[in-house]
């Protein structure tokens, strides 16, 4: 009988995909399985992830795989989405919803928080995060513990996302620095400790002290003993091979939705006028500060390609033109503020947050073709400047793009010519925070150059015919 191939387990749950894969020793991936799952409703009325079908589906996969013979586990590691709690009682089960991030939050409640602790500058600059309502996931605790004190007397302890990945194999209550650091509003950065707020309201009595990322705790689950990881944030986990192989200081472009520059060589204190600009920190594997910036560019091409699909009977889904180095050289000379894009998805996002009720106007456009040119070309200026916000005063030399994006050869070529002096980078990881959660599990066991591999990176060159690109869009 053949011997088992050792591997880790890693559940990779994102809020619209939810994955369980194995790495090889040499964190190749050997098996994958991927699904969605229908979402639930909250009291309210919103949509709420459904926790116990996310159980239930993680179990099963685990198990079908724990009795094949074809792998051995040997570790799991859990990587989830951010500005999510799971707030367990005495029986050990949640006992609310998981509230989503996108649901409204009340601006007066809010506001009394901050009027508390030295007015909303002071607790944006402590807790190094912009006021972002529900996605700081620390005030949903202030929010229950105000709206719905019986149930805030209900909970015993409150776990982010990933360590409730965690727990659910391990029976333990952790937090890990990459969760607490995701613009939670509960860590005050200064200190370098939970924020006073926590304490003062009753709450950190509830949350687990933080432990190193890297921490492993052998559990037997199944009858089978396993080295179990306490979970981590998938922003980070996305990071943590770039932060492993890299020598020289570099940021990575995470694209998707939200396209998140991700600083780790900026030690600069964020002002608030950067937080007014969507800028704040995250902490990475090794529990240091990562200078972040924000801009919701997926999301607004995903909307102006639909809109610009309608009005032009192409395709809705995708972009329907090859680079036209003709037509992006006469956009950039005529540089027409009529034609110039306006956000409507990303408008209170990035580095120009101004709310606008206007629709961008595309009847001024002789084509599809033109409309397209100008789209990418204005969103590639805004998210170089949403880049330089994360760069700070200390030049960069590389930029490594990941996610959906660095398919998109227009927009990274668009990039690289706007960045002049820099190196361009794609990276074709195709699941970059599960890597990252498995990688935390065995960084002592790689070699770089082994790592390196699986990065896919390639240099993007500007057009040839275009040039460096001077154009702004503010």
């Given at each position: ?365 002789h084509s599809y073709d033109e409309a397209a040119h100008q789209l990418l070309l204005d969103l590639a200026s805004i998210q170089v400047d949403s880049l330089k916000l994360a760069e700070g005063g200390k030049k960069i030399p590389q930029i490594i793009i990941t996610g959906g994006f660095a398919k998109n ?66």
């Amino acid at each position: 009988m053949a011997s088992k191939l050792p591997v880790t387990a890693i559940f990779d749950i994102g809020k619209t995909n939810k994955k369980f894969l194995l790495f090889d020793e040499f964190l190749s991936v050997v098996y994958e399985r991927s699904d969605t799952l229908k979402e639930t409703i909250d009291e309210d009325g919103f949509s709420s992830e459904n926790v116990q079908l996310l159980k239930e589906w993680m179990f099963r996969e685990f198990e079908a795989v724990v009795h094949e013979q074809k792998f051995k586990i040997e570790a799991i590691n859990f990587s989830g989405y951010g500005a999510t709690l799971v707030h367990i009682g005495k029986n050990g089960e949640p006992v609310t919803p998981i509230y989503n991030y996108l649901k409204p939050y009340p601006e007066k409640l809010a506001g009394e928080l901050y009027q508390l602790y030295g007015g909303r500058e002071t607790f944006a600059l402590e807790t190094a995060s912009p006021p972002m309502g529900m996605l700081n996931s620390g005030l949903q605790l202030y929010r229950i513990k105000k709206e719905k004190p019986d149930l805030f007397r209900r909970i015993e302890k409150t776990l982010h996302l990933p360590q409730y990945l965690s727990y659910l194999f391990t029976g333990r209550f952790m937090a890990d620095p990459t969760s607490i650091g995701c613009h939670t509003a509960m860590w005050n950065f200064k200190e370098n400790r939970y924020h006073r707020w926590l304490n003062d309201e009753g709450v950190l009595q509830m949350l687990p002290s933080p432990s190193p990322v890297q921490t492993v705790i052998e559990e037997t689950v199944s009858g089978k003993t396993f080295q179990t990881g306490i979970g981590i944030h998938d922003s980070s986990a996305a990071l943590a091979p770039y932060l492993t192989v890299f020598n020289e200081p570099f940021i990575q472009l995470s694209t998707g939705t939200w396209s998140i520059s991700m600083n780790p060589f900026n030690a600069e204190p964020l002002t608030f006028e950067e937080l007014k600009r969507d800028c704040l920190n995250y902490i990475n594997i090794y529990s240091k500060p990562v200078k972040a910036s924000r801009f919701l560019m997926g999301g607004e091409y995903a909307h102006q390609l639909k809109r610009m699909g309608r009005y032009f009977e192409r395709d809705p889904d995708q972009l329907d033109c090859t680079p036209d180095e003709a037509l992006l050289q006469k956009l950039i000379r005529s540089n027409d503020s009529e034609k110039k894009l306006i956000l409507e998805q990303a408008d209170t996002s990035g580095p120009y947050p101004v709310k606008r009720d206007e629709e961008w106007d595309l009847s001024r456009f002789h084509s599809y073709d033109e409309a397209a040119h100008q789209l990418l070309l204005d969103l590639a200026s805004i998210q170089v400047d949403s880049l330089k916000l994360a760069e700070g005063g200390k030049k960069i030399p590389q930029i490594i793009i990941t996610g959906g994006f660095a398919k998109n050869q227009f927009f990274c070529r668009l990039l690289a010519a706007m960045l002049p002096g820099k190196s361009v980078y794609t990276a074709s990881v195709p699941e970059a925070s599960a890597l990252g959660a498995a990688l935390v599990l065995k960084q002592q066991t790689l070699t770089n150059d082994n790592l390196k591999k699986h990065l896919g990176l390639k240099l993007q060159q500007p057009f040839e015919g275009v040039g460096e690109i001077q154009y702004s869009w503010a």
